[in-house]
């Protein structure tokens, strides 16, 4: 679980830095290089289910081992389709929002487009946890899971192209004007699991 929040941390650090990707500083390149490489070693374990968060991680390196990349997708497929054909989109108990967002993300990074009603049924699941969270917010001034999954469903509805209801966004905006991401002193990006 600690290389799931690893590469959550680099994905958002990656949005969030006004810097570009690929202007790495040469002091920091051995860092990017590491955790490739750990990403690529979780390809090899089949002991556990693909992670979609270490797919996305993989597609953004600039390092790429296609053929275990492409193992590791078909791998992500299996549980994606799972997941698209179960009634709410996940299994009872597991994370909702975050999870459904990193599975549209892979599966866009993939450019595996062999299964559009796989993908039309995450998008129908993840606005409705996104109409869940939001409800949430409303109500209980916080989403079920938290601000950072939240913002990573919204992330995944426009990678998608798909319309994002304004009122959905501006409960995002209106967190991060509240400060309402961080924890404590620091900047909270998921739930432990």
Known sequence: MALNWQVLVILVHAFIVPMKLCEIPEENKHLIKSL?????RVTL???SDANPSVYVGLRLSED???EKEDEYF???KTSIEAISASRLGVKEGEPKTGLLALQLMAQKASCDDTSPSVRNRLLTHMKYHLHKEKNSIALNNKPLSNYYQYSLGILAMCINDKFVDRHVVHKLVLAE???KFGHGESV???KKE
């Open 45 to 47: 374990d089949t002991s």
């Open 36 to 40: 490739n490489l750990k990403l690529l």
């Open 188 to 190: 909270s990006v998921g």
């Open 64 to 66: 790429h081992n296609l």
């Open 74 to 76: 078909q791998r992500l």
């Open 177 to 179: 004007e509240q400060n």
